[in-house]
């Protein structure tokens, strides 16, 4: 099976299998990168060695590939339990927390057009576009797990009308998942899956702005091994990609009190207050950590975390300093108060998120993704050492994963941190 006609914008065809790092720069000359560093073993040339394969019992995404997505070109960066992305400005460390976001969305079922509200900015500045106007981008991961490695590539048009125009899905050798667009009349597109039975593919039209992958599980009745296979690589892909929660602390919205609410933390953790006070009165043994991570965080002493409800029906948190002080939530500075909301995610994890999570399939078989993008924003270098420490080691058992984007600088100190890897997009 293969997926065919793409617009010219996309380079007429999904990607084969394989290739390395290589975003185009601002002159679209390629360059070396996804130089992947860590922690772990040094070969005899000085090179990361390899520790050996990993088996993931939980699905996760172990590697994301932006063959032509804004100003990435040929980009493939490995994604460990702890990544860190680094590179200068305009190299398009922002640009792929937002396509790993996107593929997130996508997994969840999201529409293309909710994903994807300004899809011209996605497409490589220089792509041309065919006598139609065509043009388009394309993005992906593998995703790896009990299935083994799978992987998913995905071709968008932008215009002149937004739609996937091509999907493919792999694993095991075979390919899975094709689609393609047959009539650009319609708003479909035609899907063949892998069957292995008297009939060795099933095809069916399938909506053009909805993730193929993630419809599966819904069209496939899984009576054969082939559908079975089918069935275990596109649930894998969509339990990994559905478990990402996007962390973007804002200082300003966490000051004032807030409405109270269900206490599930939002991404701009601007209802942090709230999310306090749940885990003061519900969560004591995982509030305590968060205590505890905020003293070494935090200038002065910290000996408590709470929150009060106020007469407005507001709340309003405060931070324990010893001997009955407090201090309000407000008087923190930018950098503790972004310190404090990544290292609330991070030890309280999806029970208290606004986060999509797979309820069908055990919390033991999923692995919450973190993306921060900014993630050394407004901290010191204490703050950060400690921050990383802290992630390092919740990182270590497998339930959640963090992919954050930091400064060359930050990114030279986090490589001496165990478990770390940092991909390096050039300068």
Same mark, same amino acid.
């Given at each position: ?13 999904? +990607?084969a ?6 975003p ?7 360059r070396p990168?996804?130089?992947?560093r ?5 070969? $005899? ?10 088996r993931?019992?939980r699905?996760?995404?172990t ?15 490995p994604m460990?339990p ?6 200068? *400005?305009? /190299?398009?460390k ?5 396509a790993?976001? #996107? ?7 999201? @529409?293309?057009?909710?994903?994807? @509200? ?15 106007g065509?043009? !388009?981008?394309?993005l992906?991961?593998t995703?790896?797990? $009990?299935?083994?490695?799978v ?6 048009q ?8 091509g999907?493919?899905?792999? !694993? ?11 009539d650009?009349?319609? @708003? ?5 899956w892998?069957? *292995? ?19 599966? +599980? ?5 009576? /054969? ?10 649930e894998?892909?969509?339990v990994?990609?559905?478990s #990402?929660?996007v962390?973007d602390p ?5 000051r #004032?009190?807030?409405?109270?609410? @269900?206490g ?5 953790? #601007?209802n942090?207050?709230?999310?306090l ?6 969560? =004591?043994?995982?509030?305590?950590r ?6 070494? =965080?935090?200038?002065?002493?910290v ?5 009060e409800?106020?007469g407005? =029906? ?7 300093? !010893? ?5 309000p939530? !407000? ?30 399939? +055990? ?5 919450? /993704?973190?993306? *921060?993008d ?13 921050l990383?420490?802290?992630a ?13 984007t ?11 941190? *165990?478990?770390?890897s940092?991909v390096?997009?050039? $300068?």
């Amino acid at each position: 099976m293969t997926a065919t006609t793409s617009p010219p914008g996309l380079d007429a065809s999904l +990607p084969a299998s394989g290739g390395t790092a290589r975003p185009s720069g601002p002159t679209g000359h390629s360059r070396p990168t996804g130089r992947s560093r860590s922690a772990g073993p040094v070969g $005899p040339d000085g090179s990361a060695g390899s520790p050996g394969p990993v088996r993931h019992v939980r699905p996760a995404v172990t590697e994301l590939r932006l063959a032509a997505f804004a100003s990435l070109r040929r980009a493939v960066l490995p994604m460990g339990p702890m990544t860190l992305v680094t590179g200068g *400005a305009g /190299t398009g460390k922002t640009t792929a927390l937002r396509a790993y976001g #996107a593929l997130a969305r996508l997994g969840a079922g999201a @529409p293309l057009d909710e994903v994807f @509200p300004d899809p011209v900015a996605c497409v490589p500045e220089r792509a041309g576009s065919d006598g139609q106007g065509r043009r !388009g981008f394309r993005l992906g991961c593998t995703v790896d797990g $009990p299935a083994g490695p799978v992987r998913l590539e995905v071709a968008v048009q932008a215009e002149p009308t937004l739609r996937i125009v091509g999907e493919r899905l792999t !694993g095991g050798g075979e390919t899975l998942l094709a689609t393609a667009l047959r009539d650009p009349r319609r @708003p479909t597109v035609q899907a063949a899956w892998h069957t *292995a039975g008297l009939v060795p593919v099933t095809r069916a039209p399938l909506p053009d702005d909805r993730l193929a992958t993630a419809l599966l +599980p819904l069209r496939v009745a899984g009576t /054969t091994p082939g559908q079975l296979q089918v069935l275990a690589a596109a649930e894998q892909v969509v339990v990994a990609l559905r478990s #990402a929660f996007v962390c973007d602390p804002q200082p300003q919205l966490m000051r #004032a009190p807030v409405p109270a609410g @269900p206490g599930r933390l939002r991404s701009d953790c #601007a209802n942090l207050a709230e999310v306090l006070a749940r885990t003061h009165t519900r969560c =004591g043994r995982r509030h305590a950590r968060v205590v505890t991570a905020a003293d070494a =965080g935090c200038a002065g002493p910290v000996t408590g975390l709470g929150a009060e409800l106020l007469g407005s =029906g507001t709340v309003r948190a405060w931070v324990g300093r !010893g001997a009955g002080h407090r201090t309000p939530l !407000g008087r923190l500075g930018d950098g503790e108060l972004r310190y404090l909301a990544h290292a609330l995610v991070l030890l309280t994890g999806p029970q208290v998120l606004a986060v999509d999570a797979p309820a069908e399939v +055990p919390p033991a078989m999923r692995a919450l /993704t973190v993306l *921060a993008d900014g993630l050394d924003r407004n901290l010191d270098g204490r703050q950060l050492r400690e921050l990383l420490a802290l992630a390092s080691s919740v990182c270590g058992d497998g339930h959640i994963r963090l992919v954050g984007t930091v400064t060359d600088l930050s990114a030279a100190g986090a490589r001496g941190t *165990a478990g770390v890897s940092v991909v390096d997009l050039g $300068p």
